[in-house]
């Protein structure tokens, strides 16, 4: 079987891609694998945030509709950049065993967040972090970075266009050590101090709804407590109904016998923010309601 496996074209992307590749080969070695780059709108943009140029599906529309056309059979994705269901015709298959969640701090100078001086400047383009780092250190100016892994960290050295000089970056430990670059970091930050982006550090494998095939193969690498871990995170991101201009985070695992979920959420300017937890032995769709109508009810106290 040729199976043409599409992604972008960043380090990171291929980096992902490659390492699904290479398992599935292991296991399944007599099909022939090709990897397809594909630019994403996403892509072609690199000046403006996020949150100005449109939704999530920035970095998957282009590659979708090359799975619906079967110019590619199957796609990889960092799960934390897709929209809460696929396109019509297409499915993710169940999730792998996921990458370190946590955020990550590097800074130039100081030796951690506390550490750093009054006003210090961090940059990052996310609001989810944004906000959480002001909860820690409300004197911090936090400014819009975009760009790949490389690119940032270039700018932490360099400083940005403008000429603004930063203090420090926030990206997903999860990247950074797909690249070995993780001597970096600085510092780790707890999930409990900064919940972060549902299924952050998850793959999403993507593949037309009737390509069997190739879905039972991805499929046979997964695991039940990854599958319930994303479900939890995804359906917090799916029942909350937010998108890219809204703080969202999500953070699930499994720990002595019962599953937990920990989330947040907030209004655009950040001003309310609301955490909730949900304890459970059984991973349902309960656990996730819990948390949505607790965080709903908090912020109807803002």
Not at 54 to 61: E, H, P
Not at 252 to 272: C, M, N, P, Q, V
Request: charged residues 25%; glycine residues 6%; aromatic residues 6%.
């Amino acid at each position: 079987m040729i199976i043409n496996v599409g992604t972008r074209g960043s380090k990171l992307a291929l980096a992902q891609t490659n390492n699904v590749i290479s398992r599935l080969k292991e296991k399944f070695p007599d099909n022939e694998y090709n990897v397809v780059v594909i630019t994403t709108t996403g892509d072609k943009d690199t000046t403006r945030p996020l949150d100005a140029i449109g939704s999530k599906g920035l970095f998957v529309d282009e590659i979708e509709k090359s799975l619906l056309n079967n110019e590619i059979q199957m796609a990889v994705h960092s799960m934390k950049d897709m929209p809460s269901s696929p396109m019509e015709g297409l499915v993710f298959a169940n999730p792998w065993e996921r990458e370190d969640p946590r955020d990550a701090l590097l800074l130039k100078e100081y030796a951690s967040l506390k550490d750093l001086p009054e006003n210090a400047v961090i940059a990052t383009g996310s609001k989810r972090r944004s906000y959480q780092l002001l909860r820690m250190r409300p004197d911090l100016q936090i400014v819009s970075i975009r760009g790949n892994i490389d690119t940032r960290i270039r700018k932490l050295h360099e400083g940005l266009a403008d000429g603004t000089q930063l203090d420090g970056i926030v990206l997903a430990a999860a990247g950074l050590k797909r690249l070995h670059l993780e001597d970096n970091i600085t510092e780790y930050f707890d999930v409990n101090d900064m919940i972060p982006s549902p299924a952050q550090g998850t793959l999403a494998i993507e593949v037309a709804k009737d390509n069997q095939a190739v879905l039972d193969m991805v499929n046979s690498l997964s695991d039940v407590s990854s599958k319930n871990i994303t479900f939890l995170e995804r359906g917090f991101l799916s029942a909350i109904g937010g998108d890219c201009h809204l703080p969202i985070g999500a953070y699930a695992s499994f720990e002595e016998g019962k599953y937990h979920l920990k989330a947040l959420f907030g209004t655009e300017d950040g001003k309310a923010i609301a955490t909730a937890e949900s304890i459970s032995a059984d991973c349902n769709q309960s656990m996730i309601d819990a948390v949505v109508n607790d965080i709903l009810n908090q912020l109807k106290e803002f």
